[in-house]
């Protein structure tokens, strides 16, 4: 479904084209195909074939986590920028393979966390950097959908059997799949994000799910940080989803400074801001995206075509961060105790 929505973003944007799509398995891009439009002269089985003929600038990746670094260090060589959507990888290691080969190559790598556009977490971060809540102590994170094969590309409904899931990469253990893999990594590199680039010391965590799966659905974890605690959870599973409606407990985050608040649930008009002028709180309306950063697509060509950095949890480094810490909720889940952060 991410493919699906990363190609109408390319489609919709003016300076950007779709030239070429490719998978080995022809009904992986059919429902592209045919939402979007695409020309059979763009269809593709091998990716050698598709770059050497369409010569493109930019690389979208969406394959199995655990083949990230695989398929970065295949495509690297051919001198194009990678666009790699969520997670950034299926280990550190794998996160190192990537930075590695891009660099090699002189190109850029940008990791696309869907949530980076959400206008309150995006204002939520601006309200932070200007000071307004003081330096950031604790981040608090519930996030999730109803889980990932109840939707599409451009997010049409579905109901899948329990004989989908047991097919699905999503919920095989070798393919990196799982609730935590999917969505703590969007906790914690978007909380690195508002706590300025800080690393946790230790991480603890708690993960289970429907018996009979390979991998978790729901998973609660606790980083400590030199100045105080922050939880991230995880749900596959929610009641809705947040996109249509919020669920309960909300999707978001809840951001705690020295100086005060912030409620920054997903997809919400105004985030809630608590201060010691206003302990009794006020919403404050979002900022709206700019046209040319409104998405990761077109936040990658403005960075392209203006020289600029690829900054925040896009951005290697602090997207290296976030893939530390879920290593090490990974690890202490499975040896059901706390665990130093993982460096490498």
């Not at 699905?168 to 508002?194: E, I």
């Amino acid at each position: 479904m991410h493919m699906g929505d990363l190609l109408r973003n390319v489609q919709e944007h003016p300076r950007a084209e779709i030239v070429g799509i490719c998978d080995e398995r022809r009904e992986s891009m059919d429902a592209a195909i045919k939402a979007l439009s695409i020309d059979e002269g763009k269809v593709f089985a091998d990716y050698r074939d598709c770059i050497e003929k369409t010569k493109p600038d930019i690389v979208i990746l969406c394959p199995p986590t655990a083949e990230h670094a695989l398929w970065v260090e295949r495509v690297a060589p051919f001198g194009v920028h990678v666009f790699v959507e969520k997670p950034f990888a299926a280990s550190t290691a794998d996160a190192d393979r990537m930075i590695a080969a891009v660099a090699r190559a002189g190109t850029r790598l940008l990791i696309n966390w869907p949530l980076r556009w959400v206008e309150s977490h995006v204002t939520t971060h601006r309200v932070i950097r200007e000071g307004l809540i003081g330096e950031v102590v604790e981040v608090h994170y519930y996030d999730g959908n109803r889980g990932p094969l109840y939707h599409g590309a451009d997010k049409i409904e579905l109901a899948p059997t329990p004989e989908q899931k047991r097919q699905s990469w999503w919920y095989k253990q070798a393919a990196g799949g799982g609730s935590l893999r999917d969505y703590l990594g969007y906790g914690v590199t978007l909380g690195t994000w508002f706590n300025g680039g800080k690393k946790p010391v230790e991480v603890t965590t708690v993960a289970g799910g429907t018996p009979g799966l390979e991998v978790d659905e729901h998973s609660i974890t606790v980083a400590r940080y030199a100045d105080g605690l922050s939880k991230f959870e995880t749900r596959w599973g929610t009641f809705t989803d947040p996109w249509t409606h919020q669920p309960q407990p909300k999707c978001g985050f809840v951001v705690r400074g020295t100086k005060g608040t912030i409620g920054s649930y997903d997809y919400a008009p105004t985030i809630r801001i608590q201060t010691a002028a206003k302990p009794e709180g006020y919403d404050l309306p979002v900022d709206p995206l700019p046209a040319e950063a409104c998405n990761g697509i077109a936040y990658l060509i403005q960075c392209l075509e203006n020289d600029l950095p690829i900054e925040g949890p896009l951005s290697p480094a602090i997207a290296r961060i976030g893939q530390q810490i879920v290593d090490t909720a990974i690890l202490s889940a499975e040896r059901k105790a706390t665990q130093l952060l993982v460096e490498g």
